[in-house]
Every structure is written in structure tokens, then in C-alpha cells.
């Protein structure tokens, strides 16, 4: 267990529709990572945040937005949803933010679109 | 723009066989980091390399970074069926903020 929480675990909607995953980080850690990894790809990095603030940012749709709460969870927000974005959508979070960090990774929430 | 990439995408081996997977940079990095994907699991964190011509071991498995800090390798030796997995690198191509991540090598192991 990382102590990272994701929730939910699992999704199913249809094209079109929005989704709001969300994200609970290691005690004390700062900083949370979102990433997308597709059926037989790999992480694909979207977004980081530190402290609230957007750090990094990766391969991130137009129709992706996320954001980090004063209390640190974050949420990813998917709209506009298309078959392609059905993935395994993994959250991670480390103490500083720095590339120097350990990276501890939540379970994942599986997304499928119908 | 930066790259890492990993070679194999795949590799097959049966139990007791060694087995490499190497990461390769476009640019120099700073530090570059190794982790395990269990199959139906989530990444976990290896080990991390930072100076050049470093040699790290655990247990079986042998992580190496190169002395011009472009490249690294992973090496189990005699691989079990425990090995079984997806293993990424990931590399700091210097802005110390982000990590570049490789698409990964999965390794199967046939016992």
C-alpha cells in the first residue's frame, strides 16, 4: 500500500459525457502526478502539481483540466469524452516535487468509454 | 524535444535465464530512476541512480548508469517467476522538475 487513494476504481460512460477522478496523496507529500496508461502503452505523463500550484505539465488534452486543493487531494477532470481516452489513469504524489523524488503511486481508476 | 527510450519493448525468457532492458537518452540526464509494474498493479519505485558510471545492486537485479549519463540498464540475473512485469526508466533531462519516462520493457518469464 503507497497511501495513495484513487477513487474511484472504476468508471463506465458513454462518449461525450465528463468524469471527475479524484486523488488523495501520501501523508505530507506535496506534490501529485497524474498520468494515462492505454492497453499495452506506456505512462503517458499529463500533469503536476506542487503545493496547489500547476508545475509540469505533459501530454494533456485540451478537455483535460485538473486541479490541486489547499488540503493537497487533486481531482482530473476528463470532458468531452471519447472512446480513445478509455485508459488506466494513475495518480502519484512525492514529498518536494523534485525529478529527485520517489514517486508512489496510487491503484489506478480503470475508465472505460462506451 | 527530449526522448527516453527502452529496448525491448518485450522479452520472453524462461526461468533462470538473465535478462536487460536498456534506457536511452537524447540528452544527458541527472539522475534517472527505475520502476516495477506488476501485471494488474501500479509502478513502484526500484532505485535511483545520479552519478555517472554508477552501479547499484539489489538482490538479483543490477541497475547501471552510464559515464555519459545518456544511457542505463537493468540486468536480472537467473530471472523468477516473481520478475514478471513492466519495467520503466524514467530520466531528469536537467530542469530537475519533470522525468522523462521510457514506454517501458515487459518481461515474461516461462517457468
Known amino acids: 500500500d503507497s497511501g495513495v487513494t484513487q477513487t474511484p476504481k472504476h468508471l463506465i460512460t458513454a462518449t461525450g459525457q465528463r468524469v471527475t477522478l479524484r486523488c488523495s496523496p501520501r501523508?505530507?507529500?506535496?506534490?501529485v502526478y497524474w498520468y494515462q496508461q492505454s492497453l499495452d502503452q506506456g505512462l503517458q505523463f499529463l500533469i503536476q502539481y506542487y503545493n496547489g500550484e500547476e508545475r509540469a505539465k505533459g501530454n494533456i488534452l485540451e478537455r483535460f483540466s485538473a486541479q490541486q486543493f489547499p488540503d493537497l487531494h487533486s481531482e482530473l477532470n476528463l470532458s468531452s469524452l471519447e472512446l480513445g481516452d478509455s485508459a488506466l489513469y494513475f495518480c502519484?504524489?512525492?514529498?518536494?516535487?523534485?525529478?529527485?523524488?520517489?514517486?508512489?503511486f496510487g491503484p489506478g481508476t480503470r475508465l472505460t468509454v462506451l | 524535444g527530449q526522448q527516453v527510450m527502452q529496448i525491448p519493448q518485450y522479452q520472453h525468457v524462461q526461468e533462470g535465464e538473465d535478462f536487460t532492458t536498456y534506457c536511452n537518452s537524447s540528452t544527458t540526464l541527472s539522475n534517472i530512476q527505475w520502476y516495477k509494474q506488476r501485471p494488474g498493479g501500479h509502478p513502484v519505485f526500484l532505485i535511483q541512480l545520479v552519478k555517472s558510471g554508477e552501479v547499484k545492486k539489489q538482490k538479483r537485479l543490477t541497475f547501471q548508469f552510464g559515464e555519459a549519463k545518456k544511457n542505463s540498464s537493468l540486468h536480472i540475473t537467473a530471472t523468477q517467476t516473481t520478475d514478471v512485469g513492466t519495467y520503466f526508466c524514467?530520466?531528469?533531462?536537467?530542469?530537475?522538475?519533470?522525468?522523462?519516462w521510457g514506454l517501458g520493457t515487459s518481461l515474461a518469464v516461462n517457468p
Open positions: 524514467a530520466g531528469d533531462a536537467g530542469n530537475n522538475r519533470k522525468l522523462i
Open positions: 502519484a504524489s512525492s514529498p518536494t516535487g523534485l525529478s529527485t523524488d520517489t514517486q508512489y
Open positions: 501523508s505530507g507529500d506535496l506534490s
